[in-house]
């Protein structure tokens, strides 16, 4: 990692520090670990404080930290992570206020409060919100896991034909997403025909059949940074009404990214899809229209109908954001249909990273 693009990074973490008069932030959640120091291991935390960083891990990483990290000093820890943080805290003077994050468990939350001799209070979000408008090589990095996903899915279509199970079509993507020096983001859904109706459907033994439909919801890590990519087809000749269904669900999408744009109330970008399905006389989903990306699958912002008691689904879009647009109709028993791409916020408008993915829903494996 970049130390001047790490330095920028906790710059800004420095400003939040500042406005909420937090003195040291313990860091424990995977993922802000690795955006404040460059660290992809496992089992550590982050401090920060106004003079320095510090990465805390144990034996089985300090050899890939010393590689990763830059501009921080490690610490190799041998009791467990609230001790060595309270041995740390111990020796940093002038410490009023330490905060930890709030998605931290309650055991060590506790831990902390027995063995740090500091007020201690939580925070939410705070790396989170810094996190969600991404830099020059978290986009590079987002728009080249796009491009590994469309590559790994065009070399699975061969693969679409009746007789494969969910299962085998699934490990076939991933195999693929594999050869291309890359990771899955998350475990890749594959649904056919009314197991779509099913969101988070989990892959099963059923076999395509000769006129049926897939949905395949799947993501590609690249250098630690996700994409996330649905794509529905028809094997032989669709019905109309899975026409009609996939029709509005592209209609939906088209909407909500036209809507896409610096200073855009997040919540029309989502009732701008939702009002084209209730036009369309079809169920509305029941999920939110998107979700940012980076470093975890679901990040900030959130995009969903506007709700004061949750702030993560207000707000504004602005350039650097990288979101998914993902309407979708669900019928139990008969079908179900979305479509998700991967978009940046630029300066001016919008990019869509996913565009080459494979898209048409219709594979005529059979003469009709």
Not at 329 to 342: F, M, N, T
Request: glycine share 6%; hydrophobic share 35%.
């Amino acid at each position: 990692m970049d130390n001047r693009i790490i330095k920028k990074r906790i710059q800004a973490v420095h400003r939040e520090l500042d406005k909420k008069r937090i003195d040291c932030l313990i860091v424990t959640k995977p993922a802000n670990v690795t955006y404040t120091t460059g660290f992809l291991g496992n089992d550590s935390w982050a401090v920060i404080t106004s003079g320095r960083v510090y990465l805390i891990t144990d034996g089985r990483y300090t050899e890939q930290a010393r590689k990763e990290c830059v501009g921080c000093k490690i610490i190799q820890r041998t009791d467990s992570l609230p001790q060595a943080v309270a041995k740390l805290t111990k020796k940093l003077k002038s410490m009023k206020t330490i905060a930890v994050e709030k998605s931290t468990s309650l055991a060590d939350f506790q831990l902390l409060k027995k063995t740090v001799k500091v007020r201690l209070k939580t925070v939410e979000n705070l790396i989170e919100t810094v996190r969600s408008c991404k830099d020059s090589s978290e986009i590079a990095a987002i728009k080249s896991a796009s491009r590994i996903a469309a590559k790994a899915l065009k070399q699975t279509l061969e693969y679409i034909k009746p007789g494969v199970t969910e299962n085998e079509l699934a490990g076939l993507l991933n195999l693929q997403i594999r050869k291309l020096d890359a990771k899955n983001s998350f475990d890749s859904i594959v649904a056919f025909g009314p197991n779509a109706s099913r969101p988070h459907h989990q892959s099963s033994k059923r076999k395509l059949k000769k006129k049926d439909t897939v949905l395949t919801d799947f993501g590609v890590k690249y250098k630690g940074y996700c994409c996330d990519i649905t794509r529905c087809f028809a094997v032989g000749r669709p019905t109309a009404f899975y026409k009609k269904v996939y029709d509005a669900v592209q209609q939906a999408q088209t909407a909500a990214i036209k809507m896409i744009k610096p200073g855009v109330e997040i919540a029309k970008v989502d009732a701008a899809a939702r009002e084209i399905m209730r036009k369309s006389g079809l169920p509305v989903y029941g999920h939110g229209t998107g979700h940012g990306l980076g470093l975890e699958v679901h990040e900030l912002p959130v995009i969903k109908p506007n709700n004061k008691d949750k702030p993560a689904t207000a707000g504004r879009l602005k350039a650097g954001h990288i979101i998914t647009i993902e309407p979708g109709v669900y019928i139990p028993g008969k079908l179900g249909v979305r479509i998700e791409d991967d978009i940046l916020v630029t300066e001016s408008g919008c990019e869509i990273l996913s565009r080459n993915c494979p898209h048409s829903p219709f594979l005529h494996t059979q003469k009709d």
